[in-house]
């Protein structure tokens, strides 16, 4: 049988001859195909300003970068993320405080961001973790009774709308996104930094630039060789044929976030009937995204249960997959900070009982029972295996 990822990128027809027309142009990087993108990206997000760079790592670094995070400064990042969330405080010089997650839709606890604020936090980033927003209203507030900046990981994110039906994009005081395969559009790698403040924007397209404060393009018009580096900076630029693929990605979004939508839909019904397994809450009301679909293993011994699940799943050339240990779990960060497992216990009782399903525009009905006619039977066998073996171990690592 054919193998199932747990995630894909669609390329079509149109999105090869918009590469192929970016290599015949005169310009394979920066040239007009980046503005193309990055004015139909802010356009989708409402976002007036948007800053295309070369993944979503690098949009991260350059939010720190342009907020002008740094060192000494601190970074309340939550615990159940990709490491790139907490990494990117790093890559500024300041230090990540990890906060925990409520158990039941693993966003961000407002409670325990609140907590993990001292005098040296500079700002605070939440993460629309498989593609639901977090409760951006709380940290809104949170962030404005302390001053601080607030950052929108939206990498899982694109495309969806809060509560009161506002756009990821416009949450924040700066949001980012990822074009990597696995997620809603791509561009292969590539990355890009949403803003409402213009000057914020500005930052961003210098840091993204060496820190020159023109373009290329820019001096021609004006009809100059000189150039003036403002700032310290890096090469995070996005070429024209990444964002060629960008614009032709964009513009098929809206429907596969349809699909999305509708297969999160076949999941639910089908494993409504199935013991054992239950889906990561959804808010009322809000507009969910489905970069992932989350599932929780409600039984005991849920971590054996689930290498039993995720090995059945993998023979039958499935790729269910885990998102994610909790940051303050790897060994980078035990090491350099001495963080430990029972710092943010709701994400590593999460961490032990999840598993993420095949999830992507492309998918079929036929996939998803075909995950489910694997998932059902295996859980069962794996809830059998795990009450003849005993003691249950609670060990997070
Ligand atoms: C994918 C992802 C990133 C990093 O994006 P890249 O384009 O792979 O660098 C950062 N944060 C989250 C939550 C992600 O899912």
New binding site residues.
Partial sequence: MKPLPYARQTIEDDDIESVCAALRSDWLTTGPAVERFERAAGDFVGAPHAVAVS??????HTAMAALGVGPGDEVVVPAM??V??ANAALMVGATPVFADVDPHTLLVDPASVERAIGPRTRAIVG???AGQPCDWAALRRIANDHGLALVD????ALGARSRDGQRVGSLADVT?F???P??HVTTA???MVVTADAALAQRARMFRNHGISSDHRKRAELGTWRYEMEELGVNYRLNDLQCALGVTQLAKLPAWLERRRAVARAYDAALAHVGGVRPLAVEAGVEHAW?LYVVQLTGASSARTRAVVWAALRAAGIGANV?YLPVHLHAYYRRRFGTHAGMCPAAEAAYERILSLPMFSSMTDEDVARVVAVLAPALDAAQDVARSCSPPSTATL
Avoid: P, R
């Avoid at 993944?55 to 991260?60: D, V």
């Avoid at 990981?153 to 899982?156: N, P, R």
């Fill in positions: 993944s979503g790592t690098a949009a991260l993320t990709f790139a969330t993460v629309d973790y990981d939206a990498c899982h980012v990822s074009f990597h696995v997620k790698e590539g990355g970069h998102h």
